[in-house]
């Protein structure tokens, strides 16, 4: 019995010391980005929203990769999700806005810019200028 529980505890410490959390699997994912390698940023940023449902930012990030090797829909819905989960997310609205106006849905594109420049993005006020008009 002894055995057992010193087996268990020592499987529950391990798991414990070589546990990732999600930041450090979205902190991967963005240098994978940075470094071109996208499909392992996809598969870190994965990670990072398997650890934390509710992880905006890995959502957003891993919407940007998307939709940099063309997946537009899937970057859209990253985007949503991000801005579903922190409703204030000016970078998610920015991005979804723009991926929208590139995508031909320009009244709902230009409405994301429009929140976004409401939640304080600055980029968001040149975009409009040049996508809105």
């Given at each position: 019995?002894k ?14 010391l070589?546990a ?10 963005k240098?994978?980005?940075?470094l071109?390698k ?10 990072a929203?398997?650890t ?6 890995a959502?957003n ?11 537009f ?6 985007y ?10 000016y ?8 991926v929208?106006?590139?995508m031909g849905?320009?009244?709902s594109?230009?409405?994301d810019l ?8 600055r980029?968001a006020?040149?975009a409009?200028k040049?996508?809105?008009k």
């Open positions: 019995m055995r057992l529980i010193s087996i268990l505890v020592f499987v529950c410490l391990a798991q414990l070589w990732q959390t999600a930041n450090e699997f979205f902190e991967r994912g240098e994978k980005a940075n071109g996208y499909k392992e940023a996809i598969y870190e940023f994965n990670r929203i398997e934390d449902r509710k992880f905006a930012k959502y990030s891993r919407g940007v990769v998307k939709e940099i090797i063309g997946d829909r899937g970057a859209i819905k990253d949503s999700t991000a801005i579903d989960i922190e409703p204030g997310f970078l998610a609205y920015y991005n979804r806005g723009l929208k106006i590139f849905q320009q009244e594109g230009c409405e429009d929140k976004a420049e409401a939640l304080g993005h980029r006020i040149k409009k040049e996508c809105c």
